[in-house]
């Protein structure tokens, strides 16, 4: 016969009061109660701690502006002054003439890296250890010059010829360089005269202000001796010839890239030829360790970026149009028109790294993908295992 007992008497079996029993069930109830408070916030991202800024223009148009015009050439630059964002990389448009000169100079604050996209050049560089080099660069070649490292540049014709320069500094400024004329014609007469074995009636005809781009004679194609026949040629190359170099294929376009692996003179920067077939898209990714900067060439694109919070941005690209995706942002592009996109793409790090969004999904186990997004095994076995690069039109 079943016992009764009452709120302070002890079932001796279960040993749980009634109160006991009551006292459990409340606070199972809160658990509950708790429990489906705090799903229904893990539900919601946590809001930012203070108000989170819109994302910053990235578009500028690099070939849209006059910045310095004169018979031997032009040149036009983008640096944080005229672009913002772009804090790390800074781009100058440049022309010349056949026989200019852009004259002898160096930078203090930036390497320089350089694509020929049209005619002939040559370029002549010292280095701290006095070696020098005379290269000559035709459309596809590239350049790099550490910082520091006195060079030249000068028009080989037929027609001009037109080149890329990107540096690894943003707040590097192409119309700040240290240039001789300009050192020459600041120095006291009297000493350039004991310096350079030239009588002062001889130093009145050198340049008496900067000369930066000036007019002049095409050079022998055979090229020069060096004046000091002592002179050593340089130790390593500062010439790469990146449209020569077999590309990565992918489905919807190629990719001729160049790190300091394959350019050991190249150390701050690596660079990028993109050509996007039409209707092609550069699928999502993101680079962990370094900026992109891009300058459009040929054809047409849209880049999307993403920068957390909710905070998406498209802008469309047209040829002279330069881009910029921070380090670490989401991004892909999307080509536009019938018309094949051609993009220099450079990075503020010899190394090249990428995340695509195809790769993270297919690093995953499936158990992962259905937490995180709520799927089925089904649709999980139809996502990209790896990436796909360049993706042909849809």
């Not at 509950?32 to 919601?44: E, F, G, I, L, Y």
């Not at 448009?93 to 320089?112: D, F, K, Q, V, Y």
């Not at 022998?220 to 020569?244: C, I, S, V, W």
Request: hydrophobic share 35%; with cysteine.
């Amino acid at each position: 016969m079943a016992q009764d007992w009452n709120d302070n008497d002890v079932k001796p079996q279960a040993g749980i009061s009634r109160r006991n029993v009551f006292g459990a069930a409340s606070l199972a109830s809160l658990g509950v109660a708790a429990t489906s408070m705090w799903t229904r916030k893990a539900n919601a991202a946590p809001e930012p701690k203070k108000a989170v800024e819109e994302l910053a223009t990235f578009k500028y148009d690099l070939e849209g502006q006059t910045h310095w015009v004169g018979p031997g050439g032009s040149a036009k630059e983008a640096t944080v002054e005229e672009f913002p964002i772009s804090e790390s990389i800074a781009g100058v448009s440049m022309r010349l003439e056949p026989g200019a000169i852009r004259e002898l100079h160096w930078h203090t604050l930036a390497a320089e890296w350089a694509y020929m996209l049209e005619g002939r050049c040559r370029a002549t560089v010292i280095s701290p250890n006095g070696q020098a080099d005379v290269s000559d660069f035709e459309e596809g070649d590239t350049w790099y010059f550490p910082r520091g490292h006195g060079h030249c540049l000068q028009g080989l014709g037929p027609g001009p010829c037109h080149f890329l320069l990107v540096f690894d500094n943003g707040h590097f400024s192409e119309f700040g360089t240290f240039d001789a004329s300009d050192w020459l014609s600041h120095t006291d007469p009297k000493i350039l005269s004991r310096v350079m074995n030239l009588p002062e009636a001889a130093l009145a005809k050198f340049p008496q202000k900067e000369l930066y781009i000036g007019p002049g004679k095409v050079p022998p194609q055979a090229g020069e001796p060096f004046r000091n026949q002592e002179t050593q040629l340089l130790m390593g190359t500062h010439k790469y010839r990146l449209d020569k170099q077999p590309p990565r294929v992918y489905p919807g376009g190629t990719e001729h890239i160049v790190t300091s692996k394959e350019f050991p003179m190249q150390t701050t920067l690596t660079a990028v030829r993109m050509d996007l077939q039409p209707g092609a898209l550069r699928e999502p990714h993101w680079h962990p360790h370094a900026d992109e900067w891009q300058y459009f060439v040929k054809g047409r694109a849209k880049i999307t970026i993403f920068g957390s919070h909710g905070r998406v941005k498209t802008e469309e690209f047209a040829p002279g149009n330069v881009g910029f995706v921070k380090q670490g942002y989401g991004h892909f592009i999307e080509q536009v028109g019938d018309v094949p996109t051609e993009i220099l793409v450079l990075f503020n790090s010899g190394e090249y790294q990428e995340i695509s969004l195809a790769s993270w999904l297919g690093a995953n186990p499936v158990s992962i993908l259905e937490t995180n997004f709520g799927i089925s095994k089904d649709d999980i076995a139809k996502l990209p295992l790896k990436e796909s690069g360049i993706l042909r039109r849809a």
